[in-house]
């Protein structure tokens, strides 16, 4: 259930609910950060009478529980407006007219990674002409292929290197390491020797981020605090761009289930931003002070990671996913907005009525 019957904290814009990792949730009041002598941490439920309520509202910084019906937008239809994948990690995003999700990511999609003579990983945010170079892989012929601002085309087919469980944020087999003219190309172009290396995918937080789904709505908004007519949607880096949410709805949607075209995705989190979204996903120029702006208007959230801009997630079910395809968010209601702890199915869990336990 989502609290005890009757208690204020159900429909307050306060409530946060949290769960320790013996799958208990318990009913946390934000307001006691700030006034802790005033409001208790954890008031003893059902709360009847409190100076502090504040019924939730739809705005764009509220991700307190909502009905599933309320994070489809206002007309209850949300669609997928944009697709965008890359080959090799770091380099320019590319649009595409639809994607197959599986496991790991979408076909084609972040298949290779960079390393330097140190053996790190390497992206725009260190090298940043990586994102002036558009990649592209073919699944069924292996071919990959680079594209370079002056025209420049280098391709080849990739041979098949086998057992591809390489991570790009730890050790990697030397087998791993990708032949051919595509490491020399991008060397030249960064001033640096880079080796290129064939993985099974390199997205972020592995397949706890096999997706990430942004809304034009919240990108409209930073476009607004930027003061500029629009944001390009692929500074931000993310698989999935949808329609239909007002700013920031998606926040909600950590914790649930949602169905995007053919595949099931189960949102895990929050996804902080760095350095390289204030480069121009063409130039690899600093172009838009994205990090001070989410600072000032989302700095104080309450979120998985700092500085918070979209939602990343698993996939339960994979299939297509196309242009115009509509999301449709589970009955799985959202508890907090904050990553949970503990492997108990969010449908099992219980609000603690003494609400007395600190959920440690």
């Given amino acids: 259930m989502a609290g005890t019957v009757g208690s204020l904290c159900d429909s307050c814009v306060h409530q946060q609910l949290v769960r320790n990792t013996r799958g208990s949730v318990f009913s946390l009041c934000r307001r006691s950060r700030e006034e802790p002598g005033l409001f208790p941490k954890y008031p003893r439920l059902p709360v009847l009478e409190c100076v502090g309520f504040e019924p939730v509202s739809l705005t764009e910084n509220t991700t307190a529980e909502r009905p599933a019906s309320a994070l489809t937008g206002p007309t209850g239809a949300v669609t997928v407006t944009a697709l965008s994948i890359t080959a090799i990690k770091g380099t320019r995003l590319r649009t595409v007219d639809q994607i197959v999700l599986g496991h790991d990511g979408a076909a084609g999609d972040r298949?290779?990674?960079?390393?330097?003579?140190?053996?790190?990983?390497?992206?725009?945010?260190?090298?940043?002409?990586?994102?002036?170079?558009?990649?592209?892989?073919?699944?069924?012929?292996?071919?990959?292929?680079l594209r370079f601002q002056d025209g420049r085309v280098v391709e080849g087919i990739v041979d098949d290197p086998g057992d591809l469980d390489v991570q790009p944020y730890g050790d990697f087999r030397p087998g791993a390491e990708v032949a051919g003219p595509w490491a020399e190309a991008l060397s030249e172009l960064v001033g640096s020797r880079l080796r290129l290396i064939a993985t099974r995918s390199a997205v972020d937080r592995g397949t706890k981020g096999a997706a990430s789904l942004v809304s034009r709505g919240s990108l409209a908004r930073?476009?607004?605090?930027?003061?500029?007519?629009?944001?390009?949607?692929?500074?931000?880096?993310?698989?999935?761009?949808?329609?239909?949410?007002?700013?920031?709805?998606?926040?909600?949607?950590?914790?649930?289930?949602?169905?995007?075209?053919?595949?099931?995705?189960?949102?895990?989190?929050?996804?902080?931003?760095?350095?390289?979204?204030?480069?121009?996903?063409?130039?690899?120029?600093?172009?838009?002070?994205?990090?001070?702006?989410?600072?000032?208007?989302?700095?104080?959230?309450?979120?998985?990671?700092?500085?918070?801009?979209?939602?990343?997630?698993?996939?339960?079910?994979?299939?297509?996913?196309?242009?115009?395809?509509?999301?449709?968010?589970?009955?799985?209601?959202?508890?907090?907005?904050?990553?949970?702890?503990?492997?108990?199915?969010?449908?099992?869990?219980?609000?603690?009525?003494?609400?007395?336990?600190?959920?440690?």
């Fill in 111 to 145: 298949r290779f990674f960079l390393v330097d003579d140190r053996e790190r990983m390497v992206n725009g945010k260190v090298l940043p002409a990586l994102q002036t170079v558009a990649s592209s892989f073919d699944e069924d012929s292996r071919q990959l292929t």
């Fill in 222 to 360: 930073l476009a607004q605090e930027a003061g500029v007519d629009s944001v390009d949607a692929r500074r931000f880096r993310m698989l999935v761009e949808v329609d239909g949410l007002e700013p920031n709805a998606e926040d909600a949607w950590v914790g649930r289930d949602v169905e995007v075209g053919q595949a099931l995705l189960h949102f895990e989190g929050h996804v902080g931003r760095c350095l390289v979204t204030s480069r121009d996903p063409e130039s690899g120029r600093i172009t838009l002070p994205t990090l001070d702006l989410l600072r000032a208007y989302r700095g104080e959230l309450d979120t998985s990671e700092p500085l918070a801009f979209g939602i990343h997630g698993r996939v339960l079910r994979g299939g297509v996913v196309r242009i115009g395809d509509q999301v449709r968010v589970g009955d799985t209601p959202l508890v907090g907005d904050t990553p949970l702890v503990g492997d108990t199915p969010l449908g099992e869990q219980t609000v603690r009525g003494d609400n007395v336990a600190p959920p440690e």
